[in-house]
């Protein structure tokens, strides 16, 4: 059976003769059922309480039960389940998803007043499941639903839930209906000119299209290789990324990669990180980015915690906002995104830097800062490194930042924490790290590495604005910081320096180096 084609199965045991079944999408491979299914697999059915459609028939009545026993006549191992809008998946419901080799959740129709949405217990027992196939089964054309535009990968259409329709349903999922374009449900129009392109979960498997949709769109400066890419990617717990593909061959056309950071150290807030939109040149214009945009959005919403949402990721970082120059920014512009560069999140200038070590005086900068000490971090300094960073991260806006340096000090690498102090106290901070070396830092950040295997990079700078004890003035302070870091890496090997997202600086920094 080809998906999007409707198909015609033949009605057995009441109502009409014939029930019009449409497969909308079967990305799983799991139609027919008899692909996975093997004695013994438990397959549960969740189906909602609702009202009989036939009025000869009590409302105390399961409409879904001819649905169960036609199922039940292919495969006896059928496990039939209610759910309740009212109480959703419950831990019941659990156990049996668990248990499973796959679901069927079937959807009557839309909410009503008050009530949940099917749709979103749907998602909440796809959750549960895992990687275990799961079918929607909807009962009304899946547009009006809301369906087309959601990420499950098989998607079963049908006109109602009549026990004709249930008992074509079961016929379609075991592979007895016959396949015909002729229907009158015009489903392939649905798929191949949609007025929303249905996004899908991103795996393992769409590395490799990614990687070369990622090279086609990105500027050469931004290409990576396959093994850096996946481990910028796979995240579990914290991404979320999602594709479009073609409905003729299952091509990859769009792309969009979401994490999710912890605002502080208290892990309750959540920021939420559209980290990157990107669509074949030749699709674009047809709705595929918004609708990846769209999806996202609503996404990075459902999460507990999530109180704001960002354009570009700190931690892993793919980029940090908008490059200069892309037509994109006007774009999100649209949408509601401020871009006025006048406070954190409302498209400041920030810029990554490249600074050759040759060019840096060879014996550091001999800039006067009296009672500045600019060294390497040691265990008794952890306590004072972690409320500094806490306070200044806080401070700035710098989302993600205290992680990183706990992180490297729990990798057993505090000394690769550059730290500046006046009277006892810590002013400035900085992270360096190698390409080559295996820490969380290196790993969250893959720019430095894919540039040259002699580039080493500077971090993460927290400088003071308000600490009484600094008498130093800032540009010292970044001055005395960076020498550190340049001397240190270069001890390291280290021929170049790659500073990510610095805000400001520019005339200081382009007289040291080189954008």
């Known amino acids: 059976m080809l998906p999007g084609h409707p198909a015609i199965a033949s009605g057995h045991g009441g109502g009409s003769n014939h029930s019009q079944v449409a497969l909308i999408r079967d990305n799983q491979a799991c139609i ?3 692909r996975i299914l093997s004695d013994g697999d438990i397959v549960v059915l969740l189906t909602p309480v609702v009202p009989s459609t036939q009025p000869s028939v009590g409302n105390d009545n399961d409409p879904f ?15 039939h389940v209610p759910y309740t809008s009212r109480n959703g998946i419950t831990s019941t419901h659990v156990g049996f998803i668990k248990r499973a080799k796959t679901v069927i959740f079937i959807i009557s129709g839309p909410p009503t007043t008050s009530q949940s949405s099917q749709i ?14 799961q079918i929607i089964v909807a009962c009304r054309n899946v547009r009006d639903l809301g369906l087309l535009e959601t990420n499950f990968p098989t998607i079963v259409q049908l006109p109602g839930y009549l026990p004709s329709d249930l008992q074509g349903a079961a016929k379609v999922l075991f592979g007895e209906a016959t396949t015909t374009s002729t229907s009158g449900v015009d489903v392939q129009s649905l798929i191949t000119k949609p007025r929303v392109w249905p996004s899908d979960d991103w795996n393992a498997l769409d590395l490799t299209p990614v990687r070369e949709l990622w090279n086609q769109c990105l500027p050469e400066q931004f290409h990576l290789e396959e093994f850096p890419l996946r ?19 299952r091509e990859v056309v769009g792309f969009c ?4 950071t912890f605002v502080d150290k208290a892990g309750e807030r959540l920021i939420g990180s559209l980290a990157m939109i990107i669509v074949k040149p030749s699709y674009r214009r047809r709705g595929i980015g918004l609708s990846l945009y769209e999806h996202a959005l609503r996404q990075l919403r459902r999460i507990r915690g999530v109180d704001r949402i960002q354009l570009g990721s700190t931690f892993p970082r793919l980029l940090s906002g908008i490059p200069t120059g892309f037509a994109s920014e006007s774009w999100f512009q649209r949408r509601g995104w401020q871009m006025d560069g006048q406070a954190p999140g409302h498209g400041q200038d920030i810029c990554d830097w490249l ?13 006067a800062s009296a009672g500045l000490t600019v060294r390497q971090g040691t265990v008794d300094d952890f306590t004072l490194i972690a409320d500094f960073v806490e306070r200044e991260s806080n401070h700035k806006d710098c989302t993600g930042w205290y992680d990183q340096y706990m992180n490297l000090a729990h990798d057993g690498r505090i000394s690769d924490i550059i730290i500046g102090l006046e009277q006892s106290e810590i002013v400035a901070s900085a992270m360096i790290y190698t390409p080559n070396e295996v820490s969380t830092l290196s790993a969250e950040l893959p720019w430095a590495r894919t540039i040259g295997s002699d580039v080493g990079g500077a971090s993460c700078i927290c400088i003071s604005d308000e600490n009484p004890a600094m008498t130093s003035s800032r540009d010292t302070v970044m001055i005395r910081l960076l020498d550190a870091c340049v001397t240190v890496l270069k001890k390291q090997g280290m021929k170049r320096v790659f500073l990510d997202a610095v805000r400001g600086g520019y005339e200081g920094f382009q007289s040291i180096g080189k954008l």
């Open 257 to 260: 990669a979401t994490y999710t």
């Open 65 to 79: 039960e001819p649905l169960g026993r036609a199922l039940a006549l292919r495969h006896p191992w059928i496990r």
């Open 355 to 367: 600074l050759k070590i040759d060019d840096w005086p060879s014996g550091g900068f001999s800039t």
């Open 231 to 249: 481990s910028l990617l796979q995240r579990d717990g914290y991404a979320m990324h999602f594709v479009v593909r073609l409905p003729e061959d």
């Open 32 to 34: 027919p059922l008899t």
């Open 120 to 133: 979103e217990i749907a998602q909440i027992a796809r959750m549960v499941a895992g990687q275990q196939p």
